[in-house]
């Protein structure tokens, strides 16, 4: 018969009796191999540390072989438990943003803005401070690769970020107006550390859309983050909110405190693509000869 790991009942008995006989702390239980690994693996399971139940052999002979003291040993179990929730944290906020795709800042070319500040941005303090940040530039500039470099960078910080198009957000709020849900979906908005905006101004919205727009904005005036990013400047706001006065003031709601960064008019998009083909004489020109 293999030995079996003691119960939980043998322990606490093991520790009054320990207690009783004025000793520091419980008694200490002399365990084989199996039965230790047996423990171990029902006690990570009752605690939920899955990283600890499948590190733990490993760690344990590495730990034999550098000679580690105890403590030490048990410092490597659980950092490698934080680091894996913490992983697995970042993972799921990225997931919950719901971004199109992964665009990160150290992946876009600093070259193009010389002036950005991505390091600062990146490290999430205007955030914290309840700053927006507004991206404007013509289509292909980078806007969007830099609104979801943020959002990740903010995600992967522990925050709870959210990305959507304006389109998108705007018949999310009117669908949930008409099914009487409003109150319960700006709530949702409301607890986001970051609301990444993509594609303002670009579609034209009805009067309703707007104020209900201007609704998810002014919740998040000097309280929480957005970040915007258009292909029109402030000018022409008032081609997408129609009201004039609605527009001065959703302008005035995302500039106040705000980092507001020009991307410029020349392409990003077809900057990088002639960048990635072969000068003349490359590949490319050579297959088109043969």
């Known amino acids: 018969m293999s030995p079996s790991a003691p119960s939980a009942k043998t322990r606490a008995t093991g520790a009054a009796r320990g207690a009783a006989e004025g000793g520091a702390g419980p008694a200490v239980t002399r365990l084989a191999d199996p039965a230790a690994e047996a423990a171990i693996g029902a006690a990570c399971q009752a605690l939920h540390l899955p990283t600890v139940r499948a590190e733990a052999g490993r760690l344990a002979d590495a730990a034999a072989r550098e000679r580690l003291s105890h ?5 490597e179990v659980l950092a490698a438990e934080c680091d894996e929730r913490d992983a697995r944290r970042r993972t799921r906020r990225v997931q919950e943003a ?3 795709r992964l665009k990160r800042l150290a992946e876009f070319d600093l070259a193009a803005l ?3 500040p991505p390091a600062t941005l990146a490290g999430g303090g205007w955030i914290d401070a309840g700053q927006p940040v507004v991206l404007l ?3 292909g500039t980078g806007k969007t690769h830099l609104l979801i470099g943020l959002g990740i960078a903010a995600a992967e910080g522990g925050r709870r970020v959210r990305y959507a198009t304006t389109a998108a957000l705007v018949n999310e709020l009117a669908e949930a107006a008409d099914e009487r849900q409003l109150s319960r979906v700006l709530g949702r908005y409301a607890r986001l550390d970051l609301l990444c905006l993509d594609e303002l101004g670009y579609v034209h919205l009805d009067p309703r859309g707007a104020e209900l727009l201007f609704q998810i904005i002014t919740d998040r005036e000097e309280r929480a983050s957005i970040a915007c990013a258009s292909n029109a400047p402030f000018s022409e706001w ?3 909110f129609t009201d004039p006065r609605l527009a001065a003031a959703v302008v005035d ?3 106040f405190h705000a980092h507001i960064i020009n991307t410029g008019t020349a392409s990003y ?4 693509t002639r960048a990635a083909r072969p000068g003349p004489g490359g590949t490319e020109q050579n297959q088109a000869r043969s």
């Open 253 to 255: 709601r995302l500039t």
């Open 238 to 240: 008032g081609q997408t």
């Open 114 to 116: 010389p002036e950005l």
């Open 137 to 139: 530039g013509d289509s």
């Open 98 to 100: 719901r971004f199109p």
């Open 71 to 75: 403590r030490a040993f048990l410092a």
């Open 269 to 272: 998009r077809l900057r990088s």
